[in-house]
Nanobody
Framework: QVQVVESGGGLVRPGGSLRLSCAAS????????MGWFRQTPGKERELVAS???????NYANSVKGRFTISRDSAKNMVWLEMNSLKPEDTAVYYC?????????WGQGTQVTVSS
């Protein structure tokens, strides 16, 4: 069994910054990719950023230049540095770890951008 746990969400003013952390643990043979999705009520979950074991990254157009994803593969950890936050970034952010042809999800952490 694999557990994925996120932390670091909260309330921030527009233009501010937050850093999300995520750790995967348990019966993990190898993790091919890790990343972040986000979801708001009534909308589908959307990819925010992902990173492979080799360090290749992918970002949603809406966050390019503002968010940075990084990873420590040895520790099965991933971080999302979020800068210049906007109200439209408000969502529940979910971390995932892709291993053994399956996605493992965290419970989500709320990010609220509001003045």
């Amino acid at each position: 069994q694999v557990q994925v746990v996120e932390s670091g969400g909260g309330l921030v003013r527009p233009g501010g910054s937050l850093r999300l952390s995520c750790a995967a643990s348990g019966s993990i043979f190898s993790i091919n990719a890790m990343g972040w999705f986000r979801q708001t009520p009534g909308k589908e979950r959307e990819l925010v950023a992902s990173i492979t074991g080799g360090g290749s990254t992918n970002y949603a157009n809406s966050v390019k230049g503002r968010f940075t994803i990084s990873r420590d593969s040895a520790k099965n950890m991933v971080w999302l540095e979020m800068n210049s936050l906007k109200p439209e970034d408000t969502a529940v952010y979910y971390c995932y770890a892709y291993s053994g042809h399956k996605n493992y999800w965290g419970q989500g952490t709320q990010v609220t951008v509001s003045s």
